[in-house]
């Protein structure tokens, strides 16, 4: 199956030869429209006065490739790279070729060198016809593009409320979290506090029942001690009685 072709559209900032035919068209910038297909590619160039074309063929484009010791895909890759995009580091020129053609060149660097590429292109058949083709081409992509950037837009903005909606559910959490975590804390130290009184109340209790189950000390005790001291002492004199007789 054969590679779809692309397409590219680009806006390069070129030397001119006459600054006169640079202010009537557009300031020394060109417009550079291409195809690419895998082996050969197509240009068609306007300056909002004229119109040029190219076709590179096939042959010419891989004779081009081996007079650069390139592949062909390289080859290509390579052009598309400073056809289809402007390089700031190139330098482009757009000039006079003779009979009408004009040559489109750029400068690139390989290995330290700078080298230049050329692609000699002729005066278009139709000229209104290749720069209506252009400016189709660009509105195309400026329509696109515009869609592209109404879509993005819709999505951030669709993003952005979605991220606005997580914010409020994750402060709403938090919060519950909060406030249950509040709760659970009173109804511990309610709970907490409950035990710690029926501690005390047993601490109590027991305080008592250990005070009620001691025998108290009985009066009788004590006076039997001094009933045990006055016989002992009754008991001496009576010795000392006997001992005092003749």
């Given at each position: 199956m054969a590679a779809a072709p692309r397409h590219s559209c680009a806006k390069l900032s070129v030397a001119v030869e006459d600054p006169k035919a640079a202010a009537a068209a557009w300031g020394?910038?060109?417009?550079?429209?291409?195809?690419?297909?895998?082996?050969?590619?197509?240009l068609a160039v306007t300056d909002g006065a004229g119109a040029w074309v190219a076709d590179a063929s096939e042959a010419e484009v891989r004779l081009r490739a081996e007079q650069w010791d390139q592949p062909v895909p390289e080859y290509l890759a390579l052009a598309e790279r400073y056809l289809a995009f402007h390089q700031p580091d190139s330098t482009y020129s757009f000039h006079d070729a003779g009979r009408g053609h004009r040559?489109?060149?750029?400068?690139f660097e390989?290995?330290?060198?700078?080298?230049?590429?050329r692609w000699k292109l002729q005066p278009s058949p139709n000229t209104q016809q290749?720069?209506?083709?252009?400016l189709d081409f660009l509105m195309d992509a400026n329509i696109r593009l515009?869609?592209?950037v109404v879509r993005k837009t819709q999505s951030f903005d669709k993003l952005k409320q979605e991220a606005e909606k997580c914010l409020q559910q994750s402060e709403r959490f938090n919060s519950e979290k909060a406030e249950f975590e509040q709760a659970t804390f009173s109804k511990f130290v309610a709970v907490l506090n409950s035990k710690k009184a029926k501690l005390r109340q047993l601490r109590d209790k027991v305080a008592e029942h250990e005070?009620?189950?001691k025998p108290p000390k009985e009066a009788g005790e004590d006076e039997n001690s001094t009933?045990?001291?006055e016989v002992f002492e009754e008991g001496s004199d009576k010795e000392a009685s006997v001992n005092d007789e003749p």
């Amino acid at each position: 199956m054969a590679a779809a072709p692309r397409h590219s559209c680009a806006k390069l900032s070129v030397a001119v030869e006459d600054p006169k035919a640079a202010a009537a068209a557009w300031g020394g910038a060109v417009f550079v429209r291409a195809t690419w297909l895998p082996t050969r590619f197509s240009l068609a160039v306007t300056d909002g006065a004229g119109a040029w074309v190219a076709d590179a063929s096939e042959a010419e484009v891989r004779l081009r490739a081996e007079q650069w010791d390139q592949p062909v895909p390289e080859y290509l890759a390579l052009a598309e790279r400073y056809l289809a995009f402007h390089q700031p580091d190139s330098t482009y020129s757009f000039h006079d070729a003779g009979r009408g053609h004009r040559r489109l060149s750029w400068t690139f660097e390989r290995q330290g060198t700078k080298l230049e590429w050329r692609w000699k292109l002729q005066p278009s058949p139709n000229t209104q016809q290749t720069i209506f083709e252009i400016l189709d081409f660009l509105m195309d992509a400026n329509i696109r593009l515009s869609e592209e950037v109404v879509r993005k837009t819709q999505s951030f903005d669709k993003l952005k409320q979605e991220a606005e909606k997580c914010l409020q559910q994750s402060e709403r959490f938090n919060s519950e979290k909060a406030e249950f975590e509040q709760a659970t804390f009173s109804k511990f130290v309610a709970v907490l506090n409950s035990k710690k009184a029926k501690l005390r109340q047993l601490r109590d209790k027991v305080a008592e029942h250990e005070s009620a189950g001691k025998p108290p000390k009985e009066a009788g005790e004590d006076e039997n001690s001094t009933d045990r001291t006055e016989v002992f002492e009754e008991g001496s004199d009576k010795e000392a009685s006997v001992n005092d007789e003749p």
